[in-house]
């Protein structure tokens, strides 16, 4: 199945690295023109623009927080100013900072909650007023706009030593289905990814080192760690008319992490 998200124009947060990354590449090879936000990494980013552009895409890099108000305003103004409309926002922005509860600092609580909770609430909220404002391009699309929010395993895993992280993830769940039920008569759409253990920076200390690759299989039953391609399919398919009747689910792309594979020998 090809599936084509031409003329219409993608926000990707975080999208300089890892899974980020690797859904703006899909997208624009979909058709898309494709806003690569990125924070303070703009190396980074214009390469991701450049090979869009070297396979005849387009595409804009933008320097924006996800955890600021005035600079996810600016990331949309700019995207706008640029590709006059909106019509997928992913966001996926997302940072680990990882302790023991007891010796977790509330900079690090408040940080990991800013960026992977917050960030995914102005993003929401300004993908949401901009779709309701641009309505909908039948011949484009039957959704005025699509949001897919990148979560994880760890929305419904209970994850030690990762308070701050699991507690996002699961806050992000409630925050896209509420959402989800509050939009779902005006022709907007969002979903949520929650990926496993996919081989990107945020886990690259586990999974390049042979203990933690090791571990990291134990948990996963299909036996293989996820590429950050792997996540990129399906979200170029959640952004397509092709799953225009899903809204306000997850869709675990986790190699069967959540199938609690301890009991997979029937756990006596
Ligand atoms: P990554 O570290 O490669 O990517 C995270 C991206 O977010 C980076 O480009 C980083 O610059 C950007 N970022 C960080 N803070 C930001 C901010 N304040 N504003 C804007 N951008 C910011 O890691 P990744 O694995 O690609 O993570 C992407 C998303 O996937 C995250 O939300 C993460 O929680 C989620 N996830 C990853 C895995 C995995 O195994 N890799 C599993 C489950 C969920």
Known sequence: MSISLSQQVAIVTGASSGIGRAIALAMAKAG???????????????????????????????????????????????????????DIVVANAGIQQDAALVEMSLEQWNRVLAVNLTGQFLCIREAVKQFLRQGVRQKVSRSAGKIICMSSVHEIIPWAGHVNYAASKGGLNLLMQSTAQEVADQSVRINSIAPGAIRTPINQSVWSQPEGRAGMLRLIPKGRIGDPQDVAKAAVWLASDESDYVHGTTLFIDGGMTLYPGFSEGGG
């Open 32 to 86: 898309a023109s494709v806003t690569v936000d990125h924070y303070r990494d703009g190396t980074a980013a214009s390469e991701v623009c450049d090979e869009i552009i070297a396979t005849g895409g387009q595409s804009l890099a933008i320097d924006a927080d996800v955890s600021n108000e005035s600079e996810v305003k600016r990331l949309f103004s700019e995207t706008i100013d640029r590709f006059d409309r909106v």
